[in-house]
């Protein structure tokens, strides 16, 4: 039997002192050996006590106060170096007359050398009808012989101008006759060059169709608007005749549909045989998946 590649026999053979003097050969790099193992003990003194921090630290201290190193010691002291940061004291400071209250003067000036109804005059044209209302009963109650009469404690500044408040209406929906549209291409109706049906609510898929097919033999029409009108990957695959055979189509706006990735890519694929088309849009497209709406 061996250990470590010793052969039992030969430890056995060997005194208490040659073992000792092995161990002393043993190197203390072997990674094989345990860290307790691979030095020799350094010491044969009996041990004082349990190990104590604080009180070893205490020692330490009281030995490096005593000791004096080399002939130029000098003794630690427990010192602030450099200049200590202190607070600056807030020093106070006279507010200086700015440009905008030197104007506010200059203003009430001159506002005090206008008459009263020239001036309601004007805060009615700004807007400011709270105003025009106070200086026109002004107005009535003072002496007109004294202009300016009545303006010592009226500020401009304490009034905001509003607007009068406009009603909201409902844009107005898409009125184009899709099959009158339909019509005049189909009878190359020279006048028709721009048809917009952007958010036109009557757009289903059989007009879109027969818009198709008026399309394809148009030579007039240049530009065609369909933005909004629902127009699907279906719808793309009908406008693939169109961007095929239609050279006279410039600009093509598809925003705002519900055109998927592969319907996006009919419409791109129809075009590397067009070479008329010169603008098309196709952002903010919106596609349903089980019910929800992605964009």
């Given at each position: 039997m061996a250990t470590n590649g010793i052969d039992d026999t030969?430890?056995?053979?060997?005194?208490?002192?040659?073992?000792?003097?092995?161990?002393?050969?043993?190197?203390?790099?072997?990674?094989?050996?345990?860290?307790?193992?691979?030095?020799?003990?350094?010491?044969?003194?009996?041990?004082?006590?349990?190990?104590?921090?604080?009180?070893?630290?205490?020692?330490l201290k009281q030995e490096a106060e005593n000791s004096k190193v080399g002939e130029d010691y000098i003794p630690y002291k427990k010192?602030?170096?450099?200049?200590?940061?202190?607070?600056?004291?807030?020093?106070?400071?006279?507010?200086?007359?700015t440009k905008k209250s030197k104007f506010a003067e200059e203003l009430d000036q001159m506002l005090s050398l206008v008459d009263q109804d020239d001036l309601a005059d004007l805060a009615s044209e700004l807007g400011l009808d709270e105003i025009s209302s106070r200086l026109q009963t002004q107005s009535a109650t003072s002496n007109k012989a004294n202009p300016g009469a009545?303006?010592?404690?009226?500020?401009?500044?304490?009034?905001?101008?509003?607007?009068?408040?406009?009603?909201?209406?409902e844009p107005d929906l898409q009125e184009t006759d899709i099959e009158e549209s339909i019509s005049c291409l189909?009878?190359?109706?020279?006048?028709?060059?721009?048809?917009?049906?952007n958010n036109h609510p009557k757009l289903d898929e059989s007009l879109f169709q027969q818009l198709c097919d008026a399309?394809?033999?148009?030579?007039?029409?240049?530009?065609?608007?369909?933005?909004?009108?629902?127009?699907?990957?279906?719808?793309?695959?009908?406008?693939?005749?169109?961007?095929?055979h239609n050279f006279t189509l410039q600009s093509l706006n598809l925003d705002s549909n519900c055109l998927t990735g592969a319907g996006v890519k009919t419409v791109l694929t129809a075009l590397q045989e067009n070479k008329s088309l010169r603008e098309i849009k196709l952002s903010n497209q919106v596609y349903m998946l089980r019910g929800l709406l992605f964009r």
């Amino acid at each position: 039997m061996a250990t470590n590649g010793i052969d039992d026999t030969l430890l056995e053979t060997l005194t208490t002192e040659e073992i000792g003097e092995l161990a002393e050969l043993i190197d203390p790099d072997n990674s094989c050996l345990h860290p307790s193992e691979r030095m020799p003990p350094q010491t044969t003194k009996e041990p004082t006590g349990p190990f104590q921090r604080d009180h070893l630290l205490v020692y330490l201290k009281q030995e490096a106060e005593n000791s004096k190193v080399g002939e130029d010691y000098i003794p630690y002291k427990k010192e602030i170096r450099g200049k200590v940061y202190k607070l600056k004291e807030p020093v106070e400071t006279v507010r200086k007359e700015t440009k905008k209250s030197k104007f506010a003067e200059e203003l009430d000036q001159m506002l005090s050398l206008v008459d009263q109804d020239d001036l309601a005059d004007l805060a009615s044209e700004l807007g400011l009808d709270e105003i025009s209302s106070r200086l026109q009963t002004q107005s009535a109650t003072s002496n007109k012989a004294n202009p300016g009469a009545g303006l010592v404690n009226t500020s401009v500044y304490s009034y905001r101008r509003s607007g009068s408040p406009v009603a909201y209406s409902e844009p107005d929906l898409q009125e184009t006759d899709i099959e009158e549209s339909i019509s005049c291409l189909q009878e190359l109706d020279p006048n028709l060059v721009n048809l917009n049906l952007n958010n036109h609510p009557k757009l289903d898929e059989s007009l879109f169709q027969q818009l198709c097919d008026a399309l394809v033999p148009n030579t007039y029409l240049t530009s065609l608007q369909l933005a909004g009108t629902r127009l699907g990957d279906n719808q793309a695959k009908m406008l693939v005749p169109v961007l095929k055979h239609n050279f006279t189509l410039q600009s093509l706006n598809l925003d705002s549909n519900c055109l998927t990735g592969a319907g996006v890519k009919t419409v791109l694929t129809a075009l590397q045989e067009n070479k008329s088309l010169r603008e098309i849009k196709l952002s903010n497209q919106v596609y349903m998946l089980r019910g929800l709406l992605f964009r």
